[in-house]
């Protein structure tokens, strides 16, 4: 039949556009890091330390990168009010533990506001100017940026806190390379909300519902999709894993302060746009390899050091909107007409 | 037989654009209703008012209720599935999250539906983890009209499914399309350029131009009226 004939052929040709020169580009490239990092760790114990820290430190940057990227598939703009907002709800979590409540009990009531006031500032601020235009959407998540760095201040001051430590202050040795908890921490619990997140969207039948809202808003509405509620539940979403960043960034930094985010922020940003910006798995991988790069160019080349981070970070962020601008992942859309 | 969609004066427009100026049609259960006319005579504007994509004023009832400001979430839920022109298939999403889509306003199993719309498209089946923007024109004109199958609608709306698709695909479309009314009592409203297949397809018809309807009537009597033999027909 003309029909099956028709169908092979598309199957043919979906299958070769798979094989694409620059996804094999991509992952030589990303072997290639692998194999620099894996020998480095086991020449040198420094080397291996700065990694492991790097990972740990690029975890959380890729979560938040994770919810750039969620905010940006649902509203098609970067929310520069996430990291703030990150600090807003870490901030709340030193709040509740001054309460009494032990560290982990915080945190998962810290994740569940976190959610709420993501999907609330969608439905109160976001969803009236989302669609006049996208200067608009930007211009208000700038506002949120300000006015949550004004609240935290008004509520906590800017004097710098602590919060407990999540993990101890403990550490392992593997191979005379020493191992904190606190980094294994991080990874693992960075590691175990992004799974979490992913899962929903995969295989909940509510992630299908985000992902066409996401997509196709006009088109999911006519299968039945709340595409409003959809798009304020991707806030609450980006707002958790903002949280989790917030918190599991907290420790790395000694003292908790309002500007902490500031600068993990601009690593977010150079993760999502490594990652290709609509690409969840390419967030992560793009935290992964700012936070390694940053850690070993700090731990080898002092010059640069601590202070030379950010604009260095933003030396990357523009490299890659001009040499690749789709990023690592950006694929480009498979679409027939 | 009451009406399964009535629609009296309704009136809608694009901001200043009128493009509606009261329509009146009623779509009976179980039948297949084509609306013909010129391009811009408001019949897909008449598909989009029902599934409230555009704003409109006037009374749509569906089943006895009105439709009132519903937007399009609300009147999927109700159980009208509209396939747009230009499918509206999630091309970024696999031909089985296409489906499962379809059934989103339904709780529960939706196995049985995924397997009699594999009896009706079998190579869907086969295909289910393909993304559905790999797919031909045509297969993705089949994939809407299974997505809107899944979900199991009371009413169909269809808008001029034939466009772009060679003509053997068009038969075999209609040919489903017929089949689903048949044998499942599904009712269709249909949009069609291609007046000679809609009213072979139909039972009933309506004539629009530029926002009214200047006639109506069976398959049979449109398909023997001489303005319709003459501008749609063209014989």
């Known amino acids: 039949m003309e029909n099956a004939e028709t169908s092979s052929l598309a199957g043919l040709r979906a299958r070769g556009s798979a094989i694409d020169p620059g996804a094999v580009t991509v992952v030589l ?39 750039l990227v969620l905010v940006y598939r649902a509203t098609h703009v970067i929310n520069f009010a996430q990291g703030e907002l990150a600090m807003f709800t870490t901030y709340i979590a030193y709040d509740l533990g001054l309460h009494g409540l032990s560290y982990w009990e915080a945190f998962a009531a810290t994740l569940a506001i976190a959610f709420v006031i993501g999907t609330l500032l969608q439905v109160t601020v976001i969803r009236p100017v989302q669609h006049r235009s996208v200067i608009a959407v930007v211009i208000v998540t700038v506002g949120l940026f300000i006015l949550i760095d004004g609240v935290v201040n008004w509520i906590w001051g800017g004097d710098f806190k602590s919060m407990k430590p999540p993990f101890g202050n403990g550490s392992f040795e593997i191979g005379g390379v020493t191992i904190l908890h606190l980094y294994v921490g991080m990874m693992a619990v ?8 992913w899962a929903l969207f995969r295989f909940t039948k509510l992630g299908l519902g985000m992902r066409a809202a996401a997509l196709r808003p006009a088109a999911a509405a006519l299968v039945g999709v709340r595409v409003d509620s959809m798009l304020a539940i991707g806030w609450g979403l980006a707002a958790l894993l903002g949280a989790v960043a917030g918190l599991m960034a907290e420790p790395s930094q000694i003292f908790l302060s309002p500007t902490f985010m ?57 490299l890659i909107l001009l040499v690749k601008p789709t990023g690592l992942f950006g694929r480009r859309e498979v679409r027939r007409v | 037989m009451t009406a399964l969609l009535e629609l009296e004066d309704v009136e809608a427009r694009y901001g200043p654009v009128h493009v509606l100026h009261g329509i009146s049609l009623a779509v009976e259960e179980g039948s297949i209703v084509a609306v013909l006319g010129p391009n811009g005579a408001g019949k897909t504007t008449t598909l989009r008012a ?52 379809g059934a989103y306003t339904r709780r529960g199993s939706i ?49 001029e499914p034939s466009l772009g698709l060679a003509p053997v695909l068009v038969a075999e479309l209609f040919r489903i399309v017929r089949e689903l009314n048949e044998d499942e009592g599904l009712t269709v409203l249909i949009v069609e350029q291609n007046a000679h297949l809609a009213l072979q397809a139909a039972d009933a018809g309506y004539v629009l131009e530029a926002g009214r309807v200047v006639l109506s009537g069976s398959s049979a009597e449109l398909r023997s009226d001489d303005s319709v033999r003459r501008s749609y027909l063209g014989y």
């Not at chain 1, 290639?32 to 020449?43: D, N, P, R, T």
């Not at chain 2, 509209?82 to 298939?89: A, F, I, L, Q, S």
């Open chain 1, 190 to 197: 960075v590691l175990a909300s992004v799974v979490l997140v």
């Open chain 2, 111 to 159: 196995q049985p539906e995924l397997e009699r719309v594999f009896t009706y498209f079998p190579w869907l089946s086969e295909r289910r983890r393909q993304q559905a923007g790999t797919l031909s024109g045509g297969e993705q004109q089949m994939l809407a009209l299974a997505r809107a199958f899944v979900h199991r609608p009371r009413l169909l709306l269809l808008d």
């Open chain 1, 29 to 67: 490239l990303l072997l290639g890091a692998a194999i620099f990092l894996l020998i480095g760790c086991l020449k040198s114990t420094n080397f291996a330390q700065y990694t492991i820290q790097g990972l740990a430190l690029g975890s959380v940057y890729g979560s938040l990168a994770l919810a």
């Open chain 2, 50 to 101: 029902v599934s409230g994509t555009v704003r409109r004023s006037g009374s749509i009832r569906f089943a006895g209720r009105s439709l009132g400001r519903r937007g399009p979430d609300g009147v999927a839920r109700l159980g009208i599935a509209h396939v747009p022109e230009g499918r509206g298939t999630f091309s970024e999403l696999t031909v089985s999250e296409n489906l499962r889509l």
């Open chain 1, 262 to 318: 500031q600068p993990i922020l601009v690593y977010a940003f150079a993760a999502a746009v490594l990652g290709g910006l609509e690409s969840p798995a390419g967030a992560l991988v793009g935290g992964l390899l700012i936070g390694v790069t940053l850690t070993l160019i700090v731990g080898y080349v002092p010059k640069i050091g601590a202070e030379l981070q950010v604009p260095f970070v933003f030396g990357v962020i523009l």
